[in-house]
C-alpha cells in the first residue's frame, strides 16, 4: 500500500524520487518524505498529506544529493502525521519501510532499555535503531542490515541509508513487493514499476530474504546470509505513457476507455480458433495433472473475489468439476480440505495481496496445487505458483478496479476453455465457437462504451441518492456488487448488491420513491425472472436503472435503460461491468470525490 523509491547514480536524486512517488500515489497514503546523502549528512523533509505539500516544503528547503530515498505513508502503526511520516533516522541510519514488523513492540522496549530514544509511534523506527546498534558493533554497514533484518519478524520492503557509508543504498523484502530499475550508471528501487518507467524498462524483481546493496555504478544481490544471489533482468514493455492519464480527466476514466485494448491483449496469442485450441504460455501444470483435478478453490479479495465467482459459473458450466469461491482473508482460518487433486486458483491484480499470498502458501503447505491470475509479472503470487494467467492489462493507477477487473474474468474464460480441454468436456468446435465469442469481445467492448453519455444524464438525474440497491441474477449477481462496490468505493454512497431472487427475503423493506435499484437484466434463460423482481421494485415507486440487452420490453416499467450489444451469456458479465463503472465514475465527478485516490483506500493491500 505505501510506496518507496531509492536512487544513486550522477543526477540529483530528489527530482527522480519526487517524480516516483508521484507515480505511486495511486497506492494511497497519508503521508511523504524524502531523505538524500550527501557528503556525509543525511537530509529529510516529511509532511501529511499529499504531495503538493511535500513539494511546497522542498520547494521552501531544497533537498541536494545524488544518493536518496523516499515514502508515500499509509498509516499502521501511529497516526498520520509528520512525526510518524518516513523516512525515520537514528543514529546515522535514515530508513523507509512497507510491510508490519509483528514484534515491534518487544524489539521498541528492549531499544529503549539500552538507551535508544524513539521520536515516533511507528514500527518502522525500530529498524533504523537496529542498524545503528548493528553498526556500531560490526562497522560495516551490509553486515549492520542482515543482522537487523534478522532480528524482525513480519513482512517489510525496505531502502537505507548510512551516514558512515555514503556511497551506498540498502534495500531488501520479505513478503512486500520491492523492484530494481537498471539504468546507464545509476539504480532505481521502488516497490513498483511505473516509477521508474520513465527512466528505464530494464527491472531486477527481488525474491522474498534477498537484499541488494548499491554503490555507484555497480550492485549486488545476497542472501540475508551473505551469500550471492545471481539475478536476471526483465524488460518491461510498458511505456511511460501507459501510467500517464492520456487526456483523460482521471486515471479511472483512461482505464475504462482501455479495456477493449487490454482485453485483445489478454487474448492475443491464445486463441487457435481453427483448431479450437487455447494456449496458456505460463501455464506449467500438464494436460493429465491438470486433467486430473477434482476440485478447485477460487480465492481473492475485493473486485477480484467478485470475478471469482463469476469464475465459478464459467468453471463448473464448462469443466464440470466442483468449484468454492473463497475470501482469502477466510480461507486459511477455516482449515480448508485441501488434497493433491485440488487446484487453488489465485486471483491478484498486483500479485501482492498479502491475503491472497497467505492463501495460496496454505493450499500449497497442504499439498494442493496453484495456479495464479494476476496482472503483474514476476509478482510474489505468480512466483510461487505453479503456473499463472497473466492479464496484460498494462499499469492500473486508478485504485477502483475497471479494466483488471475485466480481463481478470476473460483470463477465468481462458483458462475454464483450457481446463475443459484438458479434462475433455468441451468438443473441438463447441471451443472454436467459444474462441470466436471471445475474440469479438473488444468490439463489443467498444460499442458498449458508446452508453457513456446516457449513463452520465443518469449519474446526474441519481446522483443526490443517500442509497442505491443493486440486483442481478446468476453470472450477474457478481456484476450487481461490483457494481455496489464501484459506487461505494469512490462516491461514498451507500450501496448493496444482492441475487434478484432474495430481493423478497429483506431488500423489498428498503423500496420507495427515493431508492434506486439497477436491475441486470440482459436476455438469457433468467430474463423473465428477473423482470419479475424489476416490477416488484416498479411497483413499490423504486427508481428503476435497468441494464439489459436483445429484444426485452422495458416499457413502462423502468426509468432509465441502457441497452448493452448482445453476446453468448458467458460473456454478458464484461459487457454489463462496463454501464456500472461509468455511472459509478460520473456520480463520484458529479459529487467532487477523489475518483482516482479515495479516502480510505488503497491500491494494493499487502498488508493483513
Known amino acids: 500500500m505505501c510506496g518507496i523509491v531509492g536512487y544513486i547514480g550522477p543526477q540529483q536524486a530528489t527530482p527522480i524520487i519526487f517524480e516516483g512517488l508521484r507515480r505511486l500515489e495511486y497506492r494511497g497514503y497519508d503521508s511523504a518524505g524524502i531523505a538524500t546523502l550527501k557528503e556525509g549528512r543525511i537530509d529529510i523533509r516529511r509532511a501529511q498529506g499529499k504531495l503538493v505539500n511535500l513539494e511546497r516544503l522542498l520547494a521552501e528547503r531544497p533537498l541536494s544529493g545524488s544518493l536518496g530515498i523516499g515514502h508515500t ?26 510491510g508490519i ?11 529503549r532499555r539500552e538507551g535508544h530514544t524513539f521520536r515516533s509511534e511507528t514500527d518502522t523506527e525500530v529498524i533504523a535503531h537496529l542498524v545503528e546498534e548493528h553498526y556500531k558493533a560490526f562497522a560495516d554497514f551490509a553486515t549492520a542490515v542482515r543482522r537487523a533484518l534478522t532480528e524482525v519478524r513480519g513482512a517489510y520492503a525496505v531502502a537505507i541509508l548510512c551516514e558512515g557509508e555514503p556511497d551506498k543504498l540498502i534495500a531488501a523484502k520479505l513478503g512486500s513487493p520491492l523492484v530494481v530499475g537498471q539504468g546507464d550508471g545509476e539504480f532505481f528501487v521502488a516497490s513498483d514499476v511505473p516509477a521508474m518507467l520513465s527512466h528505464t524498462r530494464e527491472m531486477v524483481f527481488l525474491e522474498d530474504g534477498e537484499m541488494v546493496v548499491f554503490r555507484t555504478g555497480a550492485m549486488m544481490v545476497t542472501d540475508l546470509a551473505g551469500s550471492p544471489r545471481q539475478k536476471q533482468s526483465k524488460t518491461i514493455t510498458w511505456s511511460p505513457l501507459m501510467a500517464e492519464k492520456g487526456g483523460y480527466r482521471h486515471f479511472m476514466l483512461k482505464e475504462i476507455y482501455e479495456q477493449p485494448r487490454a482485453i485483445a ?13 487455447v ?20 480465492v481473492a479479495c475485493g473486485t477480484s473475489w467478485h470475478a471469482a465467482l463469476v469464475g465459478k459459473f464459467l ?5 464440470r468439476v466442483p468449484v468454492e469461491v473463497d475470501i482469502a482473508s477466510e480461507f486459511r482460518y477455516r482449515n480448508p480440505i485441501v488434497g493433491e487433486r485440488t487446484l487453488t486458483l489465485l486471483i491478484s491484480q498486483s ?18 496445487r496453484a495456479v495464479a491470475i494476476c496482472n503483474v509479472v514476476e509478482s510474489s503470487i505468480a512466483r510461487e505458483s505453479h503456473g499463472v494467467v497473466y492479464t496484460h492489462a498494462g499499469p492500473e493507477i486508478g485504485v477502483a478496479s475497471t479494466k483488471a477487473f475485466t480481463t481478470q474474468l476473460v483470463a477465468l474464460y481462458l483458462f475454464a476453455l483450457r481446463l475443459s480441454q484438458a479434462r475433455g468436456t468441451l468438443a473441438a468446435e463447441e471451443c472454436r465457437a467459444h474462441c470466436r465469442e471471445l475474440l469479438a469481445l473488444p468490439r463489443l467492448i467498444e460499442e458498449t462504451l458508446q452508453l457513456d453519455a446516457a449513463t452520465e444524464e443518469i449519474a446526474r438525474t441519481y446522483m443526490g441518492a443517500r442509497d442505491f440497491l443493486y440486483l442481478g441474477r446468476g453470472n450477474q449477481y457478481p456484476i450487481a456488487l461490483e457494481g455496489a462496490l464501484k459506487l461505494k468505493e469512490i462516491s461514498y454512497i451507500h450501496a448493496e448488491g444482492y441475487p434478484a431472487g432474495e430481493m423478497k427475503h429483506g431488500p423489498i423493506a428498503l423500496i420507495d420513491e427515493q431508492l434506486p435499484v439497477v436491475v441486470l437484466v440482459p436476455e438469457n434463460e433468467t430474463s423473465e425472472k ?11 415507486g423504486g427508481r428503476v436503472i435497468a441494464i439489459t440487452s436483445g429484444d426485452i420490453d422495458l416499457t413502462g416499467k423502468a426509468d432509465a435503460v441502457l441497452r448493452l450489444p448482445s453476446a453468448i451469456d458467458d460473456l454478458m458479465p464484461v459487457l454489463t461491468s462496463i454501464p456500472m463503472q461509468l455511472l459509478a465514475y460520473h456520480i463520484a465527478v458529479l459529487k467532487g470525490t477523489d475518483v482516482d485516490q479515495p479516502r480510505n483506500l488503497a491500491k494494493s493491500v499487502t498488508v493483513e
Open 279 to 298: 494456449y496458456l504460455e505460463d501455464l506449467k501444470l500438464d494436460e493429465a495433472e491438470l486433467g486430473s483435478m477434482e476440485k478447485l478453490f477460487i
Open 101 to 111: 514488523i509483528e514484534n515491534y513492540l518487544a524489539l521498541r522496549d528492549r531499544l
Open 265 to 277: 491483449d489478454t487474448l492475443a496469442g491464445r486463441l487457435m480458433e481453427d483448431e479450437g485450441v
Open 73 to 98: 505513508r499509509w498509516a499502521t502503526h501511529g497516526r498520520p502525521s509528520e512525526t510518524n511520516a518516513h523516512p525515520h533516522y537514528a543514529g546515522g541510519i535514515v530508513v523507509v519501510h512497507n
Open 351 to 368: 500479485g501482492e495481496t498479502a491475503d491472497t499470498l497467505a492463501a495460496l502458501r496454505e493450499a500449497r503447505g497442504k499439498g494442493g
Open 315 to 319: 468453471i463448473e458450466k464448462l469443466c
Open 530 to 540: 428477473v423482470l419479475s423482481n424489476l416490477e416488484e421494485v416498479h411497483a413499490r
